[in-house]
Each structure stands twice: as structure tokens, then as C-alpha cells.
């Protein structure tokens, strides 16, 4: 009984609540003036998502198979320390790396069914810069700089880390890196991409020797 009435009280205000709406927004042209806002701010919100997504993918190059990327020298500075220069088409970078091994990763978009077929081809962009220790305990020590991002995008409007998320079905988020290449003085490495990967190539003795003692 007690549930009963409180629910008869809850179903009267809730009629009163009813006539008070129609009572005084009949006409509804605030409701409709409203829609019409967020409509505009909707609107306003694709325009700017559009604009990102445009700049994201101006930064992606097609992928040429056996096409030359980048090119990383390597200049010792201190012990486990080096001066990286890193040149690319989107320009020269310096870089101060820190470690025994350096690794790169380069973000990949990739296109499927239709488009892919329509002849839209796949693309990258070079993501970071990786250095890194032999030693578990060193790699763990706080305060290292091991990471350095080689685009000014941050994680959280990167169209390539929301694509990652997704599954969108005609385009994909990969991935393609080169893991646990020996850093040495003057070593001199250019990277090649492929369909299916990228491939450090040694460019001088130094590189060679460094390579030769990794195996």
C-alpha cells in the first residue's frame, strides 16, 4: 500500500510537470531553436575533426617499395651516449639518444576492399626514435630519455592512434619497426621501407662493425 501511494504521488507530479510544459513551451520554438544549436555546434565539431584528420594525413607518404626513408647517423658523445641526425623528407632532425641500441618506428596506414582497389595506396609516417639499454636495470632507471617523437602530434588527436582503436574496415592502423640495432660511433644506417617492413641498411665500416659484433 505504501509503495502504491507513493507511486500515485510520483504519477501526479509528473502529470502536473507535464502541464506545466505544455502550459508554457506549447509552441515549442524553444525546442526548436535548440535543436538548431546543436545542429550548428555538431556541425562545427565535424568541421574541426575534419581539418585534424586532413593535417594527420598530409604527413603520410605512399609506401615505394625499396624506396630509402631516412637516413641515421650516430655520433658518440659520452658512454651509452650519442648525438642522433636523423634526415628525412620532412627534414633534418637532432636527436640526443641514450643506450646501447637504438630502434624506430614508423606508423603505417593501410587501405582495404574498394579504395584499395580503386588504387589508393598505402602510407607512413615516422612515428619515434627509440634508444635502449642492455641492461634491465639501466633501461628501468628514472629519469632516461629513451623515447623521442619524430611528429608533433600528441597521442591524444593522433588520427593514427584513433584508427588503432577502431575498426573501421576499409582503413587500418599497422605498424612497422625496426627493433635492437647496435649504436655506435660515426655508424651511419639508412632505412629502407617495403610492403611488409622497414629494413636497416649499413652505410660505412662503422655501421658494418657495429652490425658484425651484434651477431
Given at each position: 500500500?505504501?509503495?502504491a501511494?507513493?507511486?500515485?504521488l ?8 507535464l ?40 604527413q ?7 624506396e ?10 659520452a ?23 637504438w ?8 587501405w ?5 582497389v ?15 639499454y ?16 619524430l ?6 588527436r ?29 655508424a ?14 649499413a652505410?660505412?665500416?662503422?655501421a ?8
Amino acid at each position: 500500500m505504501q509503495y502504491a501511494g507513493l507511486a500515485g504521488l510520483m504519477g501526479c507530479l509528473a502529470l502536473l510537470l507535464l502541464y506545466l510544459t505544455w502550459r508554457f513551451g506549447w509552441r515549442l520554438d524553444w525546442l526548436f531553436g535548440w535543436l538548431k544549436g546543436s545542429l550548428l555546434l555538431l556541425l562545427l565539431l565535424c568541421c574541426a575533426t575534419a581539418a585534424v584528420a586532413a593535417w594527420e594525413l598530409y604527413q603520410f607518404r605512399p609506401i615505394v617499395d625499396g624506396e630509402r626513408i631516412a637516413t641515421l647517423e650516430l655520433h658518440e658523445t659520452a658512454p651509452q651516449r650519442y648525438e642522433a641526425t636523423l634526415d628525412a623528407s620532412a627534414g633534418s632532425q637532432q636527436l640526443s639518444l641514450e643506450g646501447d641500441l637504438w630502434e624506430l618506428e614508423v606508423q603505417v596506414l593501410r587501405w582495404r576492399g574498394l579504395l584499395q582497389v580503386l588504387g589508393l595506396e598505402d602510407g607512413y609516417r615516422l612515428d619515434s626514435l627509440n634508444g635502449r639499454y642492455l641492461a634491465l636495470e639501466q633501461q628501468r632507471e628514472p629519469g632516461t630519455t629513451l623515447v623521442h617523437p619524430l611528429h608533433a602530434t600528441p597521442h591524444w588527436r593522433d588520427a593514427w592512434r584513433w584508427l588503432d582503436r577502431l575498426d573501421l574496415g576499409w582503413l587500418y592502423a599497422d605498424a612497422f619497426a625496426i627493433r635492437f640495432m647496435p649504436a655506435a660511433d660515426g655508424a651511419r644506417f639508412a632505412i629502407e621501407i617495403g610492403a611488409t617492413g622497414l629494413s636497416p641498411v649499413a652505410m660505412n665500416p662503422q655501421a658494418l662493425e657495429a652490425l658484425k659484433g651484434f651477431e
